[in-house]
């Protein structure tokens, strides 16, 4: 099983980016996924998660209202919009999944991307 991030970047505050997360070898079938974010010199955070149906889904308290994210199923990919974004946002981001239900801890996601850089701008 192998996960793909990709869609970071540079971006200027108040600006936007799309991550996406890919599955290979591995379908998301019935799989939570995941995003997660590594600032410099903190540890990794919940950022946001979707069930496999969609129907529910969770944010940081430190997103909500700016991100959203969603998943293709067919695609086998899951995405992360970030609108309004802030220079506290530059992280390097993380998906991941894991079966059955939303966690919002990192121990209990079985496979994990090698991460995106998302750099925001003052």
């Known amino acids: 099983v192998q996960l793909q991030a990709y869609g970071g970047g540079l971006v200027q505050a108040g600006g936007y980016l799309r991550l996406s997360c890919a599955a290979s070898?591995?379908?998301?079938?019935?799989?939570?996924i995941a995003w997660f974010r590594r600032a410099p010199r903190k540890e990794r955070e919940f950022v946001a998660a979707i069930t496999w149906s969609g129907d529910s889904t969770r944010y940081a308290d430190s997103v909500k209202g700016r991100f959203t994210i969603s998943r293709d199923n067919a695609k086998n990919t899951g995405y992360l919009q970030m609108n309004s974004l802030k220079p506290e946002d530059t992280a390097v981001y993380y998906c991941?999944?894991?079966?059955?239900?939303?966690?919002?801890?990192?121990?209990?996601?079985?496979?994990w991307g090698q991460g995106t850089q998302v750099t925001v701008s003052s």
């Open positions: 991941a999944t894991r079966s059955s239900l939303i966690s919002t801890l990192t121990h209990q996601y079985t496979y």
């Open positions: 070898g591995h379908t998301f079938s019935g799989s939570v």
